[in-house]
């Protein structure tokens, strides 16, 4: 089952329809979203606001600042761009040195970002100058790389170094302003080695068509196709590359590269308004955006998990960001966020929820079930709203053996995966137990079926019985004879008048059968929450096709010289229906007993019951108004089109009743009012 | 028979018909003019009173006594001598007992070392900055009492002086009172002394802006601004260099004025409407107590106008707004309201030294202030047990299958037996709010009844309230007093929702762009009209009384909704609507016996039996640094209050330990059953509530509580900090509770019995 990804906006829209009453005690609300279902929900902090560092602390207050870097040693390094400096600070925020600010070949011109490797060397983008400067741990420079000579790069190729990462060989990943080719890959030397993962342009329809039709003088004069220009870059613990973009015109804002530049999230569409992306000891990703000023945090599968923090460009509160600009987590799991435009930084520290939360899903994600059940007990203790506590649950008491337990929290969480791997395990324990007795109660059974089957005629005759039973019961058989032999049934039943009770009985069967499917399914075919159903909209879906096939069939088919009378056309309908009923109750049943695996053995069933269903359908319409082949195939185009229409037509006239309603509703209070 | 009445003529035909239609429609007319709602008056509730303070006439004041250089004296009583410096109309107070004297605006000298200049300038030597507007431009232009346009006079009156402004270019004159009174100084804008003409228009009066301002770190001490439970702002904090000042509107703003966007940072209303300053050992609090209804406090660190730490209440006169274009688009004008709030503006200035010269001797002020009006309940009595309070939920209606659904999560059977639980495990005095009851098992609604059959009904709830009754717990049912959610309430949107300034219903609306304002609604939900919604609230409290309900809750309302309805047919204001809610409040009372509101605005203490989601909290902003509790201090003793229930505490531990240093009673929100019930209702963020899960954390935190119950009837006559995350509340009897945030400990020392 494909994971979800709706827009906040959206999702945001679900949230609000049942507003918080409690007393504003952090000024933002933390979001918990269930990518599965597709829903977000308000959750208890899992951050909150520490402290805020602003230039009060330093010998001149930052200005603009672009970029932070938390080096494993805890020192933070921040990019004060304006004042032309890398100020250095400790874990707690205490200003230790400037680095950059001195004359000489050190001096930096509007750097916008660093970075500090292993041994402590400081690798500046020095974008202003258009130069990567780096400088020992002393704070004193030691090289310039300018852009490299290389006959790869085109002459104007403009190299303006924004942000910048070093791997373990020492290779400088630099992300270049505004350029589509993907980050700039530099060795020690300062040699160019080419680029790695651009993003991919995205291309509409109108494009594709464009593409085919137009000539090359046209194409040319059409406005380049660009794919989203890489915004920023990070670098993990086990060497993987986040590359971060932001903007509409690609996917893949979030990235994630090894070092054969092959994206392990697969191109999947993100926020657009990504700024920065960082990651902790333990693989999780915290992302900041322009869009609401919220943190992201997503699990290391880049699944959104928690959005929390708020953003407005009046923003005069502690965890309020005004224009973000870039995201570190310590090695404490602090959050750092750097506001560009209020010249602070905000620093966040987890709650005993968020550590818990975040531990749970740390040890979950590991695979280590057993550490992490305390945890997700301890969470859904906590916050009784959240289904992946379960799943967590779920997934432990699964790899203790206890697959009952796992059953039914995977069934609270609704979770369809893991269902399916306990419900494999407790259907093998239940075969292997019940085995013999299943197999003597199917022989009992088969058996006994037999000499029913022998004993009927001679049951059935015996008795006298209701008329109307009688003949409600020999239209049903009908009915059955109907689905096996198509051709010679429909023809039978040219001429008869079938009883209304059968007729009214059938659709009635198959809308119990209808709602039979839904909430008899397993949860493997019907993930939801059985609540969020819409009965009546899931029986129109049945039945308003159905009513308008046949008014349309019967429309078309008069016109058009068939021979079926309406009621004809109704009976046959209806009839053609049967194949739902009788392969729908058996196919509901099986999904109870397979897995995801099976899953091809009810896809199988359902595919072949629509398609007899459509046959049905077909012979229906040839037998009963006497068509030829041909014939049939245009006159059923031409049903399909009319049911467009009579839909269509449909829809104006309820609109325009509404109006017309709502116009008179309105009369009659502008009269009361005003009386 | 029938055929014998029906005529077999044509035109008698027609004429049954046209008089059968005739009758028809206006029949329905007459039922649809039918009051269905008791008239105001079987409720004891009048109109809301409007009152006028009073323009003086009289001779010409003349200079008398000298004072200080440039100032002359103008009235003079046992505590204060009030000075006036008639060429730039700045006022200064002497209080003769310490001889310490108030300026109105910086002396000369100080003045002179302003780095400021222009406007900014001009503004720190004038007692009051008046914007106004000119003709159909929306841009306001400020003057102050150094413009040349501006005409001055005085009259003295008893005990002060009048000032008369008048600027004749622009037909444009008001007058400013100000009177000396035992405590210190009143500042009085009347509202019958504001003339406009046609072109100009008043849009904001800020009067004394500089009063008592302290100039950078020249002297020790923080002005007091009322954010939340009550914020500082210390001279000596090092800022930087972008701070904004702190000018927010008192209550909030109105939603009314459509100003609310969604996407705007959560931050706590203003709720009572209290500021002031201390330098050194002298202090002032300034109370607004006229007018607080359209006024904004404003606090203005060294920085940002000059070089002066000031805070003054503003006035508003007139609003600006939105105004849609047509219905179709979402393009808004900006435009200028064309009325003027007509409301008098009266602020008093309690001047304090010594050691009443900090937050709690200003707590106290207000609290003299608060009982002389008599706005506050009576005392409270000493308890035996310290109270405990439960809010229970019922459950919810939830979408399900196409539909809605009510979900229960407590019974009244599964309640009673919490109950008794608690009470068998040692819980005290409880006091419990239902909440759930309601028919259609939403929050925004007055669809009560008959009660939520999923709880047990009305008889379960009649069985209910008579044992709790046995055991002497108090049981109110929560409703809600503002918001309305159209589907769920028997009132109609056009005919009794309130309007928005800019003449629509207001609604909840939600917009991606701030523009399209959001309000604490949600989406579609409309603010009933005060009036028609406590005549249908007579109908609840009837009920509910018939069952033997202890009292009501109002969970949204009286206590922190406050809205003005620009309705032509039945304009209202924000003092309007607060009065009618007094009004319920009292009547509530009166019938029950008890009466409980949420979070508490100043206006509706007088009734409150307990106040629900008391502000307690900060609003994290960046210019305040530290949060006091002066808010509790002004109303501990006199109503219970309590903080946000236990069992949703961000940190469960700091937060307790807040709610004990700031003298809450505990209170927790629970449901019988698993919290996930309420997955999809309205109860949607109680994420964890279920009893089973909280019971012994109630225990404990109960034991907690009561081992300081002897304070829960006194006043707090002190509180302080001793050190870093240390602080000691101080009792009337000495009792003194030690809170400290570092070892998460509390103790209770001293005092009587």
């Known amino acids: ?675 | 028979m029938l055929k014998r009445i029906w005529p077999a003529s044509y035109q008698l035909r027609l004429l049954y018909l046209a008089v059968f239609v005739i009758v028809m429609s206006s029949s329905l007319l007459w039922i649809s003019r039918l009051e269905k709602l008791p008239p105001l008056d079987e409720m004891r509730i009048g109109s809301p009173p409007q009152s006028s303070l009073p323009v003086y006439e009289g001779e010409e004041w003349s200079p008398g006594t000298v004072g200080p250089p440039g100032f002359y004296e103008a009235a003079d009583n046992e505590l204060f001598t009030l000075f006036l410096e008639p060429e730039k109309s700045q006022i200064a107070v002497l209080n003769k007992r310490n001889g310490y004297l108030w300026r109105s605006n910086p002396a000369p000298e100080d003045v002179a070392e302003e780095t400021v200049a222009g406007t900014q300038l001009e503004n720190l030597q004038s007692p009051y900055i008046l914007e106004y507007t000119s003709g159909k431009n929306v841009r306001r232009i400020q003057s102050n009492a150094l413009d040349p346009k501006m005409r001055v006079s005085y009259i003295g009156i008893e005990n002060g002086v009048q000032a008369s402004y008048s600027y004749p270019d622009l037909s444009l004159s008001f007058v400013i009172q100000y009177v000396l009174t035992k405590h210190g100084l009143e500042v009085i804008i009347p509202d019958a002394g504001i003339q406009e003409g046609a072109e100009h228009r008043v849009f904001t009066i800020n009067p004394l802006p500089f009063f008592g301002a302290v100039s950078g770190t020249e002297e020790e001490g923080y002005l007091f601004v009322p954010d939340g439970p009550g914020g500082l702002i210390h001279y000596d904090t090092l800022r930087p260099a972008n701070i904004r000042g702190y000018d927010f509107p008192i209550y909030g703003n109105d939603p009314a004025h459509l100003k609310d966007g969604f996407f705007d940072p959560k931050r706590e209303a203003i709720s009572y409407p209290v500021f002031g300053l201390t330098r050194g050992d002298q202090a002032y609090a300034a109370i607004v107590k006229e007018g607080k209804y359209s006024a904004n406090i404003r606090a203005l660190p060294s920085g940002i106008v000059s070089s002066y730490h000031s805070l003054s209440a503003n006035f508003t006169y007139r609003e600006e707004y939105g105004r849609r274009v047509s219905s179709i688009t979402a393009q808004k004008v900006r435009t200028i309201y064309e009325e003027r709030v007509r409301a008098d503006r009266l602020i008093e200035y309690r001047l304090l030294s010594g050691e009443e010269a900090d937050y709690v001797g200003m707590a106290a002020a207000y609290r003299s202030y608060l009982e002389e009006e008599g706005m506050l309940p009576n005392r409270l009595e000493p308890v035996e047990r310290m109270p405990l309070l439960l809010s229970i939920i019922g459950g919810g209606t939830k979408p399900k299958f196409g539909g809605v659904l009510y979900e229960t999560a407590t019974t009244f059977a599964q309640a009673k037996d919490l109950v008794q639980q608690l009470m068998d495990g040692g819980a005290g005095q409880l006091r419990i709010i239902i909440q759930g009851w309601q028919n259609s098992g939403r929050k925004d609604t007055d669809q009560w009844f008959p009660i939520q059959s999923g709880m047990g009904g009305e008889r379960a709830a009649g069985e209910f309230v008579t044992s709790m009754d046995a055991l002497g717990v108090d049981v109110y049912f929560e409703d809600f007093m503002g918001w309305r959610d159209p589907e769920y309430t028997d009132f109609s949107i056009k005919a009794d929702g309130i309007q928005s300034i800019d003449s629509t219903v207001l609604r909840g609306r939600f917009g991606m762009d701030n523009n399209f304002a959001m309000l604490t609604g949600s989406t579609g939900d409309f603010i009933v009209n005060p009036a028609k919604a406590i005549r249908k609230q007579k109908q609840l409290i009837d009920t509910l009384k018939n069952i033997g309900v202890d009292g009501v809750h109002y969970a949204d309302g009286p206590g922190n909704l406050l809205f003005s309805d620009y309705n032509d047919a039945a304009r209202l204001s924000r003092g309007d609507t607060a009065f009618y809610y007094e009004s319920l409040l009292r009547y509530v009372q009166e019938e029950m016996g008890n009466v409980s509101i949420q979070r508490g605005n100043d206006y509706s203490l007088r009734y409150a039996d307990v106040i629900i989601g008391f502000p307690l909290e900060p609003s994290y902003d960046l210019v305040i640094d530290t949060t006091v509790p002066f808010y509790p201090i002004a109303v501990h003793g006199y109503v219970p209050y309590t903080a946000t229930p236990g069992n949703l505490r961000v940190d469960y531990e700091l937060d307790l330990l807040k709610s004990i240093e700031y003298g809450a009673v505990p209170y927790f929100q629970l449901t019988y059953a698993d919290s996930r019930k309420l997955m999809d209702t309205d109860y949607d963020d109680i994420y964890s509530s279920e009893f089973g899960v909280w019971k012994d954390r109630i225990l404990e935190e109960f034991e907690k509580f009561d081992a300081f119950r002897q304070v829960y009837h006194q006043r707090i006559v002190d509180h302080e900090q001793l050190s870093d995350g240390v602080f000691v509340t101080t009792y009337e009897d000495g009792t003194k509770v030690t809170v400290n945030y570092n070892t998460k400990q509390f103790q209770v020392t001293g005092g009587g019995a």
């Open chain 1, 1 to 675: 089952m494909r994971l979800m990804h709706k827009t906040l906006a959206a999702l945001c829209l679900l949230s609000l329809l049942f507003p918080i009453m409690a007393s504003a005690q952090i000024p933002y609300d933390t979001f918990f979203v269930d990518s599965r279902h597709g829903r977000m929900s308000v959750i208890q902090p899992i951050y909150v606001p520490k402290k805020i560092i602003d230039g009060n602390r330093m010998d001149m207050p930052l200005s603009s600042p672009s970029d932070l870097f938390i080096a494993p040693d805890g020192k933070v390094y921040i990019v004060d761009t304006n004042n032309n400096r890398i100020v250095e600070l400790d874990a707690e925020g205490n200003f230790l040195r400037s680095i950059g600010d001195a004359e000489g070949s050190g001096r930096l011109n509007r750097p916008e970002g660093v970075f500090v490797d292993e041994d402590g060397m400081i690798y500046v983008a020095n974008t202003g100058d258009r130069t990567v400067v780096t400088f020992g741990s002393d704070g004193n420079p030691i090289s310039v790389y300018g852009k490299p000579e290389s006959n790869l790069l085109y002459d104007d190729y403009f190299f303006q170094p924004s942000k910048l990462v070093v791997d373990r060989r020492g290779i400088m990943y630099i992300v270049v302003k505004d350029t589509y080719q993907g980050l700039f890959r530099m060795n020690q030397a300062g040699e160019f080695t080419g680029f790695f993962g651009a993003n991919k342009a995205k291309l509409t329809y109108l494009d594709r068509l464009k593409r085919m039709i137009l000539s090359r003088e046209q194409l040319e004069r059409e406005v380049a196709i660009r794919p989203n220009a890489v915004a920023n870059v990070t670098i993990s613990d086990d060497g993987f590359l986040f590359v971060t973009s932001s903007g509409n015109k690609s996917d893949g804002q979030i990235r994630k590269l090894n070092a054969g530049g092959v994206d392990a999230f697969q191109n999947l569409k993100y926020d657009e308004n990504l700024v920065d992306l960082a990651v902790d000891s333990q693989g999780f990703l915290y992302t900041i955006s322009r869009r609401f000023g919220e943190v992201g945090i997503y699990d290391p599968t880049g699944t959104p998990m928690i959005y929390f923090g708020m953003g407005s460009t009046t923003a005069r509160q502690q965890g309020v960001v005004s224009y973000p600009t870039s995201i570190a987590v310590s090695g404490t799991n602090e959050v750092w966020v750097v506001d560009g435009a209020q010249n602070v930084v905000h620093v966040f520290e987890r709650t005993s929820f968020g550590e818990t939360f975040l531990k749970a899903n740390e040890l979950f994600f590991k695979g280590e079930y057993e550490a992490s059940k305390p945890h997700w007990e301890e969470v859904a203790a906590q916050n009784g709203m959240m289904d992946i506590a379960f799943t967590g649950l779920g997934k432990h008491a699964f790899y203790e053996g206890d697959y009952d337990t796992a059953l039914a929290l995977f069934l609270e969480a609704r979770d369809p995966d893991g269902y399916s791997d306990a419900f494999w395990y407790v259907r093998y324990e239940w075969i292997r137990r019940y085995f013999s007795w299943v197999f003597f109660g199917a022989i009992f059974a088969i058996w006994g079926v037999y000499l029913l089957l022998r004993r009927r005629k001679f049951v059935l005759s015996g008795r006298t019985w209701h008329p109307l039973l009688m003949r409600t019961g020999s239209e049903l058989r009908d009915a059955i004879y109907v689905m096996f032999h198509p051709y010679d049934g429909f023809y039978r039943l040219k001429e008869r008048r079938i009883s209304w009770f059968a007729v009214i009985f059938i659709v009635a069967a198959a809308v119990a059968v209808n709602l039979y499917s839904i909430f008899g399914s397993s949860i493997i075919v019907y993930p939801y929450n059985l609540a969020w159903v819409n009965i009546p909209l899931s029986i129109g879906t049945l039945l308003v096709p159905w009513i308008t096939w046949a008014l349309a069939n019967y429309l078309v088919s008069t016109v058009k010289g068939g021979e079926g009378r309406f009621r004809e056309v109704v009976q046959g309908s209806t009839f053609a229906m049967v194949p739902y009923i009788v392969l729908m109750v058996p196919a509901t049943w099986l999904s109870n007993l397979i897995v995801t695996e099976e899953w091809v053995v009810y896809d199988l069933l359902t595919q072949v019951m629509w398609v007899w269903i459509a046959f049905l359908f077909f012979v229906m319409t040839q037998v009963t108004h006497n068509f030829d082949f041909g014939e049939t195939i245009k006159n059923i185009v031409i049903t399909a089109f009319t049911i467009a229409i009579i839909w269509i037509f449909l829809a104006i006239i309820i609109a325009l009743s509404i109006n017309l309603y709502d116009f008179l509703i309105q009369i009659y209070r502008e009269v009361t009012l005003v009386a």
